[in-house]
T-cell receptor
Framework: RKEVEQDPGPFNVPEGATVAFNCTYSNSASQSFFWYRQDCRKEPKLLMSVYSSGNEDGRFTAQLNRASQYISLLIRDSKLSDSATYLCVARKGGGNKLTFGTGTQLKVEL | NAGVTQTPKFQVLKTGQSMTLQCAQDMNHEYMSWYRQDPGMGLRLIHYSVGAGITDQGEVPNGYNVSRSTTEDFPLRLLSAAPSQTSVYFC??????????????FGSGTQLSVL
């Protein structure tokens, strides 16, 4: 079993829709979590960190459920420019190694 | 502000050849790392460094060497290229800790093909 698992998608949604991605992690020692965004043939970029209390940044909301070992990303009012692959990332304690999921592809359509 | 600069962008090698992928950052980051990205596998850590003179292995270190003689540079060496090393390689850096310490800055990637 992969340490961080994501549904690869693609999720095809109309512009303006709300879409949610889940990501599960298997290592209970994982302490920190992040969502990165990767555009086609580009480098990943940090979208947001995920805090235990949940956090929101504009149209994006991230939540962490430690009991069930999953994190989620909710995107409201989807834009065409949101089309990308979203990578779920976990880090153990203060360690230096990040574990990346394989990514969920989102396609926002007119 | 250049950030993380990675060269070359594309490279084709023959099996058995050696080469070095260059990575430089101008943000005075303590932590630097190399990842490879393969379809269906996600980004996997090859080697990383927490400061000049300090390197450590990641998840998939075999066939690769690194050194960190300065804070700015972290080259990745392929000793004897194999087709299994065909991949997209990313260099990334971040501050050691504290505010902003969680954010990885990636280079633009190197598409490597080994024939």
């Amino acid at each position: 079993r992969k340490e961080v698992e994501q549904d690869p998608g693609p999720f095809n949604v109309p512009e303006g829709a709300t879409v949610a991605f889940n990501c599960t992690y298997s290592n209970s020692a994982s302490q920190s979590f992040f969502w990165y965004r990767q555009d086609c043939r580009k480098e990943p970029k940090l979208l947001m960190s995920v805090y235990s209390s949940g956090n929101e940044d504009g149209r994006f909301t991230a939540q962490l459920n430690r009991a069930s070992q999953y994190i989620s990303l909710l995107i409201r009012d989807s834009k065409l420019s949101d089309s990308a692959t979203y990578l779920c990332v976990a880090r153990k304690g203060g360690g230096n190694k990040l574990t990346f999921g394989t990514g969920t592809q989102l396609k926002v359509e007119l | 502000n250049a950030g993380v600069t990675q060269t070359p962008k594309f490279q084709v090698l023959k099996t058995g050849q050696s080469m070095t992928l260059q990575c430089a950052q101008d943000m005075n980051h303590e932590y630097m790392s190399w990842y490879r990205q393969d379809p269906g596998m996600g980004l996997r850590l090859i080697h990383y460094s927490v400061g000049a003179g300090i390197t450590d292995q990641g998840e998939v270190p075999n066939g690769y060497n690194v050194s960190r003689s300065t804070t700015e540079d972290f080259p990745l060496r392929l000793l004897s290229a194999a087709p299994s090393q065909t991949s997209v390689y990313f260099c990334a850096s971040r501050t050691g800790s504290g505010t902003g310490g969680e954010k990885l800055f990636f280079g633009s990637g190197t598409q490597l093909s080994v024939l």
